[in-house]
């Protein structure tokens, strides 16, 4: 029996621009998440004031290591809040997925963010905008890896329907060979019976 490796995910602690910035590198599936969420909540727990979590590192996420990161994120204490950057469309797809509400904000938000308190309301806006951007970039992508199983579907059909019509082809062959062989052993029958003995 083979024994598999388990690596939990990397968590590093850095400080940029001001900010406490965590960065997660690697795997998080369901095989390490409960591991991860230990060790995410403590490293979330021994810094203070807001938090960027940075998953630009991240290469892979199942459903229970998207519930155990957005768990993380939603249980600090005192209104401290933790937004997520560098979160690549496929990972992305499973929190939307799942419906799990991430504080998502692009990397040039993140370095202006200030522990005083919420953006402008011009600048709320423009963030609206880049996020629905940043959507319809991952809507585009996930639409066209649809359209391409579309694709190789409909080539799929019409090779089988080629090979279907080979098969009637050659079955209608079968079928007029088969005719005319019984035909002309009926005629050699026939053949033989007029034939004065």
Same mark, same amino acid.
Request: aromatic share 4%.
């Given at each position: ?18 900010? #406490? ?10 095989? *390490? ?5 230990? #060790?995410?909540? #403590? ?26 990161? =957005? ?74 890896? *649809? ?15 080629? #090979?279907?019509?080979? =098969? ?30």
């Amino acid at each position: 029996m083979t024994q598999l490796s388990l690596e939990c995910p990397r968590i590093h602690v850095e400080i940029s621009d001001g900010l #406490r910035v965590l960065r997660v590198s690697g795997a998080l599936d369901l095989t *390490v998440a409960e591991e991860f969420g230990k #060790r995410a909540d #403590r490293a979330i727990q021994a810094v203070p004031g807001p938090v960027v979590l940075d998953l630009s590192g991240l290469t892979f996420i199942d459903a229970r290591g998207a519930r155990t990161l =957005a768990a993380v994120t939603h249980a600090l204490p005192g209104g401290r809040r933790v937004a997520v950057r560098g979160c690549v469309p496929e990972v992305r797809f499973v929190f939307d997925l799942l419906g799990l509400p991430m504080n998502f904000l692009p990397a040039d938000y993140l370095a202006a963010w200030e522990w005083a308190g919420p953006p402008s309301r011009t600048r709320e806006l423009v963030l609206q905008v880049r996020e629905a951007r940043i959507q319809a970039s991952a809507a585009r992508l996930y639409a066209g890896s *649809v359209l391409a199983r579309v694709t190789d579907t409909s080539i799929r059909l019409a090779s089988l329907r080629e #090979r279907t019509d080979l =098969a009637r082809e050659q079955g209608r062959q079968t079928l007029a060979s088969t005719r005319l062989a019984r035909e002309r052993v009926i005629s050699s029958r026939q053949e033989a019976c007029d034939r004065p003995g």
